[in-house]
């Protein structure tokens, strides 16, 4: 397998999770079912994903100098990952993340970023040094946009592969989309980038179309149990899901992205790239919690992947 390095760059939350049989109304208190807590956060879910899935991970990222940050240092540590890049935060607390699932295993989510807003282009400055030997770059919106930009900007004029999964949803400027080889919105976020309302495959095309034209090289819309569209110049494919009750879908886009991340690492096609992210994404929906649900290299080998 080969181990070629891998830099994600973004959030590390806990999660608080509580199951509900409904989300409640605004203004309604409700009675939950049971209560968990997990090591989440986009960026920490996709350097788990790719560890798990065979990468070679480095993590930038910045927790607070609390119980949680030492909780999230140890497990990021245990997944084999690694931590030369994450930085304890001296003033901040580490990010926390208020997580609800109804009964059909969808989600609401409250993030209070603490430490994530402070993860700086002088914390990705320090990674220079180690750029030469990375060949994909993964990147959420968690973390300040200033950062994001330095570190597509950084990878671009080195030549990296730079993946963007545009969570959560804001607007993107052109001159951060022209630095990216990849983007990867799901719907909403595709909705929210182009102004195209999106229903299945067909539509989700045009808005890639459009996005593709405001700057990366390659658009991937994710479509939930719809599978996920790949365009390119070169390429224009629709990649069904693999069948899955859904449980819990909260890491299925960090699963995706994580698992997308390592395909290219290895010098997979695109398109080999994202047969392989739907069947993580797949099995990760099956299982409650966030890294909690993220499958390993040979659960995903099982599936005849």
């Known amino acids: 397998m080969n181990r070629t390095k891998i830099l994600v760059a973004g ?10 049989a409904a989300f409640p109304a605004p203004g309604e208190t409700i009675v939950g079912q049971r209560f968990f807590m997990n090591f989440g956060g986009k960026g920490a879910n996709q350097a788990v994903a790719s560890a798990r899935l065979g990468g070679h991970v ?6 607070g100098s609390d119980i949680f940050g030492e909780q999230m240092r140890t497990n990021l540590k245990n997944e084999n990952i690694d931590l030369r890049f994450l930085r304890t935060d001296p003033d901040e607390p580490s990010g926390i ?4 699932v109804n009964a059909d295993g969808e989600n609401t989510i409250v993030i209070s970023p603490g430490a994530n807003a402070r993860l700086s282009p002088g914390d990705i400055d320090r990674l220079i040094p180690e750029l030469m030997e ?17 570190l597509a ?3 671009n004029v080195q030549g990296k592969t730079v993946i963007l999964n545009p969570a959560p949803a804001k607007p993107l400027e052109n001159d951060l989309l022209k ?5 990867t919105p799901n719907e909403t976020e595709a909705e929210l980038l182009t102004g195209i309302t999106i229903h299945g495959p067909d539509t989700a095309f045009k808005a890639a179309k459009a996005l593709k034209a405001r700057g990366p090289e390659a658009v991937i819309i994710t479509l939930g149990s719809h599978g996920a569209i790949l365009y390119s110049d070169n390429e224009k494919a629709h990649i069904p ?13 960090d699963t995706f992205n994580g698992a997308l991340a390592v395909m290219l690492a290895e010098g997979r096609s695109l398109k080999e790239a994202v047969v392989f992210a739907n069947s993580a994404a797949a099995l990760s ?11 390993y290299r040979q659960d995903i080998e099982k599936q005849n992947i």
């Open 58 to 63: 480095i993590f930038a990222a910045r927790t």
């Open 241 to 253: 899901a693999l069948r899955a009750k859904a449980v819990d879908t909260t890491a299925a886009g």
């Open 134 to 150: 990375i060949k994909v770059i993964l990147m959420q919106l968690e973390t300040p946009m200033e950062t994001v930009k330095h």
């Open 97 to 100: 993340a208020l997580i609800t």
């Open 285 to 295: 929906v099956q299982k409650e919690g966030a890294q909690q649900s993220i499958p």
């Open 11 to 20: 959030s590390t939350n806990m999660d608080m999770v509580i199951n509900t």
């Open 179 to 183: 630095n990216l080889t990849i983007i």
């Open 153 to 155: 900007s950084l990878g």
